[in-house]
């Protein structure tokens, strides 16, 4: 069984679209993440969700919405979509806030804007 | 803030060299520490971790120990496989919600 699952794995749109970028966990986690990953492999945090509450929001354009129906989810809708919003786009989950909680990741989706 | 600031790759090894990336943080409180491996195409995965001075994380091969005094959190291996080529993450959790990652370093092995 799939821990942490995204889709699409990639995605493929022209400038201007609006698109979204489902995550689940299966692990009962109480904490969701989305990271963005760019050409240079730079991994950097853009919100985090505890327990359906947004807990974490660094510093991303208001184009990015995250909705979280549940625990389990946390999806990220993109409007208007930018050439620099092309990068890999990985959900992530964890057991709680502190401590020595590992970070369980998703796949990831390959978003090209074009 | 907080940070982590890892050795810049790639580094090229040849099959059953020594590894070390380095790892240093800055942090205002005692972070827990990991390091994540990412395989072409995947997500990243826990390879080790550890949560207090002096910890030593272990994990296929690899080892990193919790080295207070001097804020590191070095990665090595005896003896690399091919196998082992992958872009490595170190990465500190202090008691908020957030991760934060180094900046990646590729390896490459080759046969």
């Known amino acids: 069984d799939t821990a942490v699952s995204q889709t699409p794995k990639y995605l493929v749109t022209q400038m201007g679209n609006d698109k979204s970028i489902k995550c689940e966990q299966n692990?009962?986690?109480?904490?969701m993440y989305w990271y963005k990953q760019d050409s240079k492999k730079f991994l950097k945090i853009m919100f985090s969700y505890n327990n359906k509450e947004l807990i974490i929001n660094e510093t991303v354009p208001n184009r990015f919405s995250p909705k979280s129906p549940d625990k389990a989810h946390l999806n990220l809708h993109i409007n208007s979509l930018e050439l620099g919003d092309s990068a890999v786009y990985f959900c992530?989950?964890?057991?709680?806030?502190?401590?020595?909680?590992?970070?369980?990741f998703g796949q990831g989706t390959r978003l090209t804007v074009v | 803030g907080d940070s982590v600031t890892q050795m810049e790759g790639p580094v090229t090894l040849s099959e059953e060299a020594f590894l070390t990336i380095n790892c240093t943080y800055t942090a205002t409180g005692y972070p827990s520490l990991f390091w994540y491996v990412q395989y072409p195409g995947e997500g990243l995965q826990l390879l080790l971790k550890a949560t207090k001075a002096d910890d030593k994380g272990s994990n296929k091969g690899f080892e990193a120990t919790y080295r207070k005094e001097t804020t590191s959190f070095h990665l090595e291996k005896g003896s690399v496989q091919v196998s082992d080529s992958a872009v490595y993450f170190c990465?500190?959790?202090?008691?908020?919600?957030?991760?934060?990652f180094g900046a990646g370093t590729r390896l490459f092995v080759k046969a």
């Open positions: 692990l009962g986690h109480d904490t």
């Open positions: 992530a989950s964890s057991q709680d806030q502190g401590g020595d909680t590992e970070a369980f």
């Open positions: 990465a500190l959790l202090t008691g908020g919600f957030k991760t934060i």
